[in-house]
């Protein structure tokens, strides 16, 4: 990768093109999702390069439609098909005091109020009610975020969170 991973995010990835004039349909994983959007440039990673484009676009049904500079046929939008939109960290809005970006939890070891070191957080997943880390280790969990009941502290710094969690559960 051109620049440090440490400093970018995967915010999405194109799905396939749309149309005849270049532009593409987007997963996107920001909330609300037409976000994906506002944050460019964006930074275009397929099979381990990587390009900065500006892109603009907009929500078309249940769908984000983007137009990425440099693209303006379906071919080339097509062979984007796959590609993950990364940003610099800096893009992103700051948050308030307690507030955190999945990005920042993902990689946290995740130990026990009593001492039992749980996992690693994989991956997040939305459920509606509340978020739910997924956290590996010695097998997969499924903790609910809920700050102050479940999750007790985060230290960033650290790579560390202490959760109330049964380690049976």
């Known amino acids: 990768m051109a620049q440090n991973e440490v400093d970018l995010i995967e915010i999405g990835h194109v799905l396939a093109a749309h149309g005849v004039k270049g532009q593409v349909k987007v997963f996107s994983n920001t909330s609300p999702r037409k976000n994906i959007v506002t944050y460019s440039p964006w930074v275009i990673e397929q099979h381990g390069v990587t390009k900065t484009v500006e892109v603009s676009g907009k929500c078309q049904g249940k ?3 983007a137009t ?9 939008a097509e062979a984007l098909s796959g ?3 990364l940003i610099k960290n800096s893009q992103l809005p700051k948050l308030s005091e307690g507030d955190y970006y999945w990005s920042q939890l993902t990689g946290l070891q995740v130990i026990s109020t009593s001492g039992i070191n749980l996992g690693i957080i994989d991956h997040m997943l939305e459920t509606g009610a509340n978020d739910v880390m997924v956290v590996k280790g010695d097998r997969e969990r ?23 969690w049964d380690a049976d559960f």
């Open 83 to 85: 590609a993950k939109i």
């Open 142 to 164: 499924l903790i609910p975020f809920v700050m102050d009941e479940v999750v007790k502290s985060i230290d960033l710094q650290n790579r560390q969170m202490i959760v109330d």
């Open 68 to 76: 990425i500079q440099g693209i303006s046929d379906r071919d080339q």
């Open 63 to 65: 769908n984000v439609v």
